[in-house]
């Protein structure tokens, strides 16, 4: 290997502390990489994946690591101080370690959206659905947070695109939520389904993506999932909920009205106290009164 990561093991066999740690990956940072924050916890292997340091990483997970009498393991000790690097027993570093909030080195490289890292991570066997604390993937997580090329990377490894956190949230249901347009057309084209049905905060009710969208996303979001077969008509909760069309006019979202509108959905719904969209439209602001209450009424021909 090259003598700068015998330089990071000399650092880390006289030293305890993280800024031994810090100082020898700073050596690939002096190469042009950009600067991140630090992470609050991990081991070595999470430090090199978060800030994409691939030959390190492929440094610790050799097996001559543990002949070398190093170990990988890190925690965080104290609030806002430095981490602690703690060499334990010696031993081959593991890419299914998990941090204090259950994330593995792989969840930390697809929130960091480095690709090499993840197929470095994936060569040497780490687990694509370990799941954080809060039941989300390496996918979830990188859906989360933006991260296209490790989403994309992720489900070309097979990934499973409808995966559930525990609170029944799909990779779409971020994707759609954080209003990721890229990330929704990939998603859609590996098979994501827009049938799902989770709670939604706002109203209370459980609905499914495309509601979701109306209420959460943006116009061209909503568009792609009309393209994708999204029902118009699907009401939150159970049959006397109201559509999506009546809660964009309650809502006075006037373009998802207009595009819901000009794609079939139907006006003459009603809602469980018995309210047209209609008549949600012509409660609001004036401008709402006229707008949205005007493309109902001529959608009705009236």
Do not use: C
Request: glycine fraction near 10%.
């Amino acid at each position: 290997m090259p003598d700068s990561i015998d330089h990071i093991a000399n650092f880390l066999s006289r030293n305890y502390h993280l800024e031994t740690l810090y100082g020898g990956w700073s050596f690939w940072r002096s190469r042009g990489m950009h600067h991140k924050e630090h992470p609050n916890s991990g081991t070595g292997v999470h430090w090199a994946a978060y800030f994409g340091f691939v030959e390190p990483l492929e440094w610790l997970l050799e097996p001559t690591f543990a002949r070398r009498g190093l170990s990988e393991e890190s925690t965080k000790q104290d609030g806002d101080s430095f981490l602690t690097v703690e060499l334990l027993l010696a031993k081959g570093a593991r890419t299914e370690e998990q941090d204090v909030h259950g994330m593995g080195p792989l969840a930390t490289a697809a929130i960091s959206n480095a690709p090499a890292v993840i197929e470095l991570l994936l060569k040497h066997d780490a687990l694509i659905e370990a799941e954080d604390e809060n039941g989300a993937t390496p996918l979830a997580l990188a859906v989360q947070h933006g991260a296209l090329h490790a989403a994309q990377l992720l489900l070309q490894h097979q990934a499973a695109v409808n995966s559930r956190k525990k609170d029944g949230t799909t990779p779409l249901y971020d994707a759609v939520y954080g209003g990721q347009e890229s990330l929704v057309k990939l998603l859609l084209s590996y098979g994501a389904d827009i049938s799902v049905r989770t709670q939604q905060p706002q109203i209370g009710l459980k609905v499914d993506i495309f509601f979701h969208s109306v209420i959460r996303s943006t116009t061209q979001i909503v568009q792609r999932l009309i393209q994708e077969g999204a029902d118009l008509d699907g009401r939150a909760g159970d049959t006397r909920g109201p559509t999506a069309l009546i809660y964009a006019s309650k809502l006075g979202f006037l373009e998802k009205v207009r595009v819901l509108v000009e794609k079939g959905a139907n006006v003459h719904e009603t809602d469980e106290a018995g309210h047209t969209a209609l008549y949600w439209a012509t409660l609001g602001p004036k401008k709402r009164q006229s707008d949205s209450s005007g493309i109902i009424t001529n959608q009705r021909g009236q």
